[in-house]
C-alpha cells in the first residue's frame, strides 16, 4: 500500500529525501509516521505527522529531520539532513494499519 523512495548512499553531513506514496487516500489516516531499522537493531520509530500537520520527532533526529505529508498526492515526505552514519538504516514509512517494503539509507564516506 506504501512504496518508498529517494534512498541511496550519502556521505556524513549530507542530504536525502523520502518519499511514501500511497496507493489510496491518506487523508483520513490522522498518523502517518516512519519507522527505520539498522542492522541487527529493532526497529525504530523516526518521525510521525498528524492529518492537521502536527509533527513529532524522535530525540535522535531531532533538528534534522523534517517529515511532511501532502494528501492531494497521497504522499508522505522525510527530508534528512546533516546525515550522521548512524542514520544508515532502512526507512519505512506507514500508518496504523500498513508499512511500506523499505528503503535503504546508507550514510558512509
Known amino acids: 500500500q506504501f512504496v518508498e523512495s529517494g534512498g541511496g548512499l550519502v556521505q556524513p553531513g549530507g542530504s536525502l529525501r523520502l518519499s511514501c506514496a500511497a496507493s489510496g487516500s491518506i487523508s483520513s489516516i490522522y498518523n502517518m509516521a516512519w519507522f527505520r531499522q539498522a542492522p541487527g537493531k529493532q526497529r525504530e520509530w523516526v518521525a510521525t505527522?498528524?492529518?492537521?500537520?502536527?509533527?513529532d520527532y524522535a530525540d535522535s533526529v531531532k533538528g534534522r529531520f523534517t517529515i511532511s505529508r501532502d494528501n492531494a498526492k497521497n504522499a508522505v515526505y522525510l527530508q534528512m539532513n546533516s546525515l550522521k552514519p548512524e542514520d544508515t538504516a532502512v526507512y519505512y514509512c506507514s500508518s496504523p494499519n500498513s508499512w511500506g517494503q523499505g528503503t535503504q539509507v546508507t550514510v558512509s564516506s
Open positions: 505527522i498528524t492529518s492537521g500537520g502536527r509533527t
